[in-house]
């Protein structure tokens, strides 16, 4: 159970770690806008026309131009002071690069008319967003509005410029690019330079070594202290906690590994979403882990043995433990890595009806199984009746309980079933039915039936083991072949077994009793009359003639 949870988690923190990427781009916007055909590619609507001389139409040619390493073309869009003129270049690609790591534009936002937005109270400049400047405090990114020979034009405003440079030297990986490669340089998938793949690559490598060595070194250090205790349940916290401790461990030294690496924002924002998933997964792997801890210390206790129940509620309410919490973390997850939860939760309330009647019987199921442990009907280890199947019940969960039959084949039954259905359990007897029919032959006088009767009730009240409450022997009926004796009492026996020995020696004795009493027992027989016919008297011959 536990490995199957293991790799249930791996393999959800891989889903989110690599599957969702179309999903990512909504929600971090991992591929840049294709600048290539502005008005066409766009997001706006059929009704609105993008203006080639609007702030949007200049923000998504400056993007284009960077893109492609055209950096002498993309410096046309800068408001360049007459001390800046030479620098446009190295200008545009810097801004470039800041805007990459510090500000993702979403040009859909961006204004696609000539005016610009209308709607704030600047009409010369628009903001684009914000930068935190040296200070920490947010720097707003505008485009200005210039109209040069009766051409409209916007431009990145001379304020905005003036602060690439301070903006620049603040990245994280400012003091890198000058030693890296120009090949390196160019930019890969996702924005990302391809230095920066190689980081990546090196980084993730990095995490998990260090995670190993750390983890390691802990896990020394804890099981130093924990052999000077004498209890046993702090060893094993220190041996199960290593997988989700060392998880946690990849998770935090990711975050600042890779923000060395100076991603872009929508890269940077999915790689610390990962880090911070994989933060979550540990603590709620570790949480599923001291479940299972629990579980075992609460079987393997005295208060387990002192209480039948324990083997039955326990592994139940543990299980109810583990669904919950999985749920929990899979909604924390999806949270944590920008899908909505909320709509999610929305959506599940109004299919709630399709979802019920889709499930209904996993729901009757699950319920089955609260009633069988409310209702205490059996537990683990109890010979059990479940209409014609006899067996021990071994498993009770979420869905089917299974019963060990006779023939040691299961037999699992739905716990929607067990809850309507007929059971008779054994293993709740205060006492056994001793209860047999003797047949003795006709030619058993009356007075030695009253002895048989005598003899059998005193050997019975000599049995140590007997209820004393009640003992019946008397004769109930005259049958085809037998005078039948009816003998009745109960056992108090601690189990089936020791109920068959007790059983087992009392039948020889009452064996003897007959015997002794000079009758013997009764079986099916015949006698059959023949006429003769002379008119001659009837002959019976007796039963051990007739072949």
């Known amino acids: 159970m536990r490995d199957k949870q293991r790799v249930a988690i791996g393999a959800f923190a891989l889903t989110l770690l690599f599957q969702p990427v179309t999903s990512a781009q909504a929600q971090f916007g991992l591929f840049r806008p294709n600048t290539a055909n502005a008005a066409q590619d766009s997001a706006t609507p059929a009704s609105t026309v993008v203006s080639p001389d609007s702030p949007r139409a200049s923000v998504m040619a400056f993007l284009q131009l960077a893109a492609q390493h055209n950096y002498a073309q993309a410096s046309q ?11 446009g270049t190295e200008l545009a690609r810097r801004l470039s690069e800041v805007l990459d790591q510090r500000l993702w534009i979403d040009v859909e936002s961006v204004s696609p008319f000539a005016e610009g937005n209308i709607a704030d109270d600047d009409a010369l400049r628009d903001r684009l967003g914000v930068i935190p400047g040296a200070t920490g405090l947010p ?12 051409v409209r034009r916007w431009r990145f405003d001379r304020a905005t410029v003036a602060q690439i440079d301070a903006w620049y030297d603040a990245l994280p990986d400012a003091w890198l690019r000058g030693k890296v490669p120009a090949p390196l340089l160019r930019v890969g998938p996702f924005g990302v330079h391809y230095w920066q793949w190689i980081g990546m690559l090196i980084a993730v490598f990095a995490t998990i070594a260090l995670a190993g060595v750390l983890a390691l070194g802990a896990r020394w250090l804890l099981s130093m202290v924990t052999r000077r205790t004498t209890t046993e349940w702090d060893d094993l916290v220190v041996s199960r906690m290593r997988g ?29 979403a990962t880090a911070r998933g994989l933060v979550l997964i540990s603590f709620f792997w570790c949480a599923l882990r001291v479940i299972g801890l629990v579980q075992d210390q609460l079987l393997s206790g005295s208060w387990a043995n002192g209480t039948p129940q324990a083997r039955t509620l326990v592994p139940l309410l543990t299980r109810f433990l583990r669904v919950s919490v999985t749920i929990v973390a899979l909604l924390v997850l999806l949270s944590q890595f920008g899908y ?48 014609e199947v006899e067996g021990t019940v071994e498993r009770i969960g979420l869905r089917s309980t299974s019963v060990r039959t006779l023939a040691r084949t299961v037999v699992r039954i739905p716990n929607g079933r067990l809850a309507e259905d007929r059971i008779e359990t054994f293993g709740e007897r205060d006492r056994f039915l001793l209860q047999h029919d003797l047949g003795v032959t006709y030619d058993t006088t009356p007075d030695q039936i009253r002895a048989i009767a005598i003899a059998i009730e005193a050997r019975l009240r000599e049995e140590p083991t007997l209820w004393p409450d009640t003992v019946i022997v008397r004769t109930i ?7 039948t004796i009816r003998v009745r009492a109960w056992l108090d026996v601690p189990d089936f077994n020791t109920f068959l020995d007790v059983q087992h020696v009392l039948l020889l004795s009452f064996m003897d009793i007959i015997r002794d009493s000079g009758s013997t027992f009764a079986f099916p027989s015949r006698t059959v009359y023949h006429m003769y016919p002379d008119g001659g008297r009837e002959v019976a011959l007796p039963p051990e003639s007739l072949s």
């Open 340 to 387: 909505p939860v909320g709509t999610l939760l929305a959506g599940v309330g109004i299919g709630g009806v399709a979802l019920a009647l889709a499930s209904q019987k996993t729901v009757e199921h699950l319920f089955g199984s609260v009633s069988l442990a409310a209702d205490k009907v059996f537990r683990v280890g109890d010979f059990v009746r479940i209409g």
């Open 244 to 272: 989700p401790f060392r998880l946690w461990l990849v998770g935090l030294l990711a975050m600042p590994l890779f923000g060395l690496l100076g991603l872009n924002v929508q890269v940077g924002g999915f790689v610390s």
């Open 139 to 150: 720097q707003p990114v505008l485009v200005a509005r210039f109209d040069d020979d009766a």
């Open 77 to 87: 869009y800068l408001d360049l002071s007459p001390a800046e003129s030479t620098r």
């Open 477 to 483: 009926g005259f049958a085809d072949s037998a005078i």
